[in-house]
């Protein structure tokens, strides 16, 4: 039985040759092809700046590490997301105040924002849930009002757009990864973009121990000198993953397409199946289909989510859930004594959230198979 999983990677020969050419080039670690990179990726997302790092997680550390925080500072995060972005809060010494989501969308909560900002606040992050930008205008106002620096976790959104923008310069910085499963991949890979000249240049520094001046830039100038002025770590991409990346990047309008294809299928096929509600989409915003989410809701308990994860899995379909609160996860309830209760639309729609498979190169076959085992099931 052929598995479907619940997303991939799609590599071509053109993807190869670039990997190959770079490979024979001089540089095999950060160099041309990095920096022709972040200039197309900029372009691409309508940001001054981008800073390519070795993974998604990394791109978030870099991005917090300019937050400076102090122990007992809070930064908001949304319950539903990926473990990784409250981690870069716990990583560098602050604590993540877990905020309720909207139930038809999982994106974070403005009201629910507006209600955990203490004295003791110094950063919201905003997750593009699934690929679909979250309430930008809202939080951003309640951002300014308060003085807080917005960053974006944009993971799961890169070609989203929001008011005919593309994500990728709405907020004070904003975190791509290239993982296998996400829009583009370098294997493992992470951006982060801004129009802010001194943090783009504390982003760099980050990513080569905090030393004020690279490699390529002493070369140049014809002088080793060189200083470790703050905190930083070694968060390089390879100049071969770069070239994998550019390679990506000039698909990146036909998988989104491809994506937006496939959802729009599944959106017809349940529109008629009362127990799956797929998210809903609000206006004036280009969901970029990451993971294609449905609530499984059946009114007899007949068929549970979890009924309906085995049952599909049983026959060769990748169903995922995306994501556990991360407010209920172990380690935050033992560091941080969180718990159920503390953001209760979270914690219910958690439980009925499934994602089903979704990428570009899904066959028609594929397709059909997942809409035919899931209303057969649903039935
Ligand atoms: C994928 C992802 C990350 C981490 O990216 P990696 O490249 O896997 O380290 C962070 N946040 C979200 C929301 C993600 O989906």
Redesign the pocket.
């Known amino acids: 039985m052929q598995w479907i999983p619940y997303g991939r990677q799609q590599i071509d020969e053109s993807d190869i040759r670039a990997v190959v050419e770079a490979l024979r080039s001089d540089w095999l670690t950060t160099g041309p092809k990095v920096v022709e990179f972040e200039e197309r990726f900029a372009a691409r997302v309508g940001a001054k700046y981008a800073v390519t790092v070795s ?6 550390q870099t991005a917090f590490s300019t937050l400076k925080l102090q122990p007992g500072d809070e930064v908001l995060v949304p319950s539903i ?2 473990a ?2 409250a981690n870069a809060v716990v990583f560098h010494g602050g604590k993540p105040v877990f905020v309720d989501v909207s139930p038809d969308t999982l994106l974070i909560d403005p009201d629910d924002l507006k209600k955990k900002i203490s004295e003791r606040t110094r950063a919201v992050i905003a ?1 593009d849930y699934a690929g679909q930008p979250c309430e930008y205008d809202e939080i951003r106002m309640l951002c300014r009002k308060n003085n807080l620096p917005l960053i974006a ?1 944009s ?2 959104a890169l070609g989203a757009e929001y008011h005919g923008k593309p994500l990728g310069s709405l907020a004070s910085m904003t ?1 791509f ?3 296998p499963v ?1 829009h583009i991949t370098t294997g ?3 951006m982060i973009t801004t129009d802010d000249e001194s943090l783009y240049n504390a982003l760099k520094r980050y990513r080569n121990h905090g030393i004020d001046a690279d490699f390529r830039s002493r070369e140049e100038q014809g002088i080793w000198s060189y200083d470790m002025v703050e905190w930083g770590s070694n968060g390089r991409l390879t100049d071969f993953q770069a070239a994998l990346g550019i390679s990506q990047l000039s698909k990146l309008d036909m998988f989104v397409q491809k994506r937006r294809d496939i959802a729009e299928r599944y959106r017809e096929a349940f529109k008629n199946n009362r127990l799956i509600t797929p998210l809903a989409v609000k206006n004036n915003r280009k969901h970029s289909y ?1 993971l294609f989410e449905v609530c499984v809701e059946d009114p007899t308990k007949k068929m549970t989510r979890d009924a309906l994860f085995t049952a599909l899995r049983e026959c060769g379909i990748g169903v995922n859930v995306h994501y556990r609160p991360v407010h209920l996860l172990q380690f935050y309830r033992e560091r941080f004594g969180t718990g159920p209760g503390l953001c209760p639309v979270a914690e219910k729609v958690a439980e009925q959230i499934l994602t089903l498979p979704l990428f570009p190169s899904m066959t028609e076959e594929m397709i059909e198979k997942v809409i035919g085992e899931v209303n057969r099931l649903t039935a």
């Not at 993974?55 to 978030?60: I, P, Q, R, V």
């Open positions: 993974n998604g997680t990394f791109a978030l997301t990926f990784a972005t997750v976790d993971c799961h975190v990864s290239f993982h996400k493992e890979g992470g990451h």
